[in-house]
């Protein structure tokens, strides 16, 4: 199977709502095939300002546009109790007329949300552990009529929706996995997996990904599945940006950002996520890159 080629921004709500709201309409205008948006308590990185909620504006984004794909690029599973994340998520969908796609991943323990919250902060392999049964009651939710679960970490009696998604069966999953355990909880229940690369140098991100994409197609054969069936999601993250005051190195020029896509594709990539610019003398690559370069891209 093979799939058509995506690109999709990742945009940061670390903005006043208008700027916020213009920037994704501006996203759509431009061609993009899905927004998406991060799942975080406050600008983790250091940056203070506005930060909004991701299911929040989510909808109101949904609301302002027609087109777009919208994904949660990822949820984090310790932020909220999985049966009311798929309520979250079916009201996105219906809000959205059948848009949403739903990343979710485990979150890292250096996020400050949890503290700042007062959320547990589970340690890396409660987080691995929890992950399938989260996707599960997820899954069931969206998908029958009325769930009971007696589960190691979760517990349901007689929850119900009250009606199925926009979407049938449910919107696409999305699985944010680096290790192998997660790459086989991608394979078990994904449409998309997603991964990115913190590598400072982009030889050792691509070596990286390739590695996990070999592991990701051994998980998906041990089960039965075929890999050809499982899109391929990398978040095309720039370990410079931040020294470099918010400058991303694939805007600077166009052919450096073709040879970067080619090499990525080259490796059986199917799905391409960009950072929308932080620095504003960016913004006219961006748009040159959407609607010039990534036409004959697709």
Known sequence: MRFPL??????????PWPALLADARRIEDLGFDALCLADHFTDWTGRKGPWFEMWTHL?????ATTRIRLTTLVAQIPLREPAMFALQALTADHVSGGRLEIGLGTGLEVDPSYRMMGVPNWPAKERV???PEYLEIVHRLLTEKEVTHQGRFYRLE????GQPPAQ????PFTVAALGPVML???ARWAETWNSLSFAKDPEAQLVETAQRMKTLDARCEAIGRDPATLRRSYLMFDPTARAGGGRITYYESEAAFRAMVARITALGITDLVLYHPVVEAQMPAFE????????TLR
């Open 6 to 15: 995506r690109f999709s921004v990742l945009l940061l709500p670390n903005k």
């Open 59 to 63: 909808a109101a984004i949904a609301q």
């Open 129 to 131: 552990a929890r992950f």
């Open 158 to 161: 007689g929850a119900t929706l």
């Open 168 to 171: 049938a069966p449910r919107p």
């Open 184 to 186: 086989g909880h991608a």
């Open 288 to 295: 040159h890159m959407a609607t010039k370069v990534l036409p």
